[in-house]
């Protein structure tokens, strides 16, 4: 069978083969998934960025009921990467993929999103842990100094406290690593490969 | 464009276009299940694209945009944002049509050993093999994925043959 019979026969089969749709139910479907789709961003954003001004303001509410700069300090770096977050967000949802656009360009803003998401991911240190971790420890110093004077080993507890939030923060390090190698590396090379097949 | 624009645009392009969108989805997706996921996607996209729609390009090219967009960035197994989803879809053959009930039988046939044929090719591949057997022409192919007209009859020369090799064989049994 040559091309053109099979085409024939694609274009016979495709013009006889009609597609029913109850429009009404489709349209409430669509519609909730539309709902559903914004409702999940939303939350999402809200989760993140709610999480990091709810801290600052605990943080906030904290240092002046103590009188103690540190907790403003950390009340900073919450308020820090909250507000990297939404600015991050912000310029980013200017650059997303349009779905009418022509097949490359869709391809090219899908690549650059998920190239920015590793980047983001993989310097999760720098913006993320790292002001949180130099706030957190500022703070700690600065409550070993405050209680040499009690009986309390406060150093031990510190030692420990330090420890833990070291083996936390290691863990979400390597969790944000393990998301790039594991999802977000493969989705950049088969973008790269579907984008090098229209070169 | 307001909500009620929106939803009579989408109202016909659903009486007209669903077995393009329908097309684009069985290329990509081989299961009842992913076709279902993908299907809605398709729909969503749409849906979600119609503000946007200003008359400036043809209706099936937009629709094709819109439906390899979606498909092209769908991941098997991924949707699970839906909750208690509708069957709405409902396939019916006409073989009244049909010179005869064998014939249309044996067409069905290729016709399905061609979406197995077109699921196996790279995926941009199977956007323009669905777009030829549709009988686009080169300029409305390129169109849609916005490359030249020029490369497009090079890439179709390559993807004839390679749904010949995958077929060979099969076609010539049915």
Known sequence: MNFEELQQAWQSHGNSDKVTLDTDLVLKEVRRNAANFRATIFWRDAREIGVAFGLTIFFSYQGMKTQDWTQGLIALACL???????IDRLKQRAKQPISNDPLKGCLESSLLQVCHQIWLLKNVAWWYLLPLSVAIGVSMIHSLGRAQNSNFPASVVLALAAVVIGVLYWGIYQLNLLAVRKTLEPRRRELETLLASLQ | MNAQQQETLFRRWLDE???????VVRGFAATPQDQDDLFQ???LQIWSSIPAYRGEAKETTWIYRVAFNTALTW???ERRRRVGHETFLKLDSSPQTHPSHVDSLREQEIVGQLYSAIRQLPKVDATLALMHLDGLSYHE??????????YIGVKLNRIRKQLAEILKGTTDEL
Not at chain 2, 17 to 23: D, E, F, N, P
Not at chain 2, 141 to 150: H, K, T, Y
Request: glycine share 16%; charged share 15%; proline share 0%.
């Open chain 2, 75 to 77: 991941q098997r197994g």
């Open chain 2, 17 to 23: 276009h669903a077995g393009l969108m329908w097309k």
């Open chain 1, 80 to 86: 820090g990467v909250g507000a990297f977050m939404v």
């Open chain 2, 41 to 43: 996607d398709v729909l």
């Open chain 2, 141 to 150: 192919m390129a169109e849609v994925l916005g490359i030249s007209d020029n």
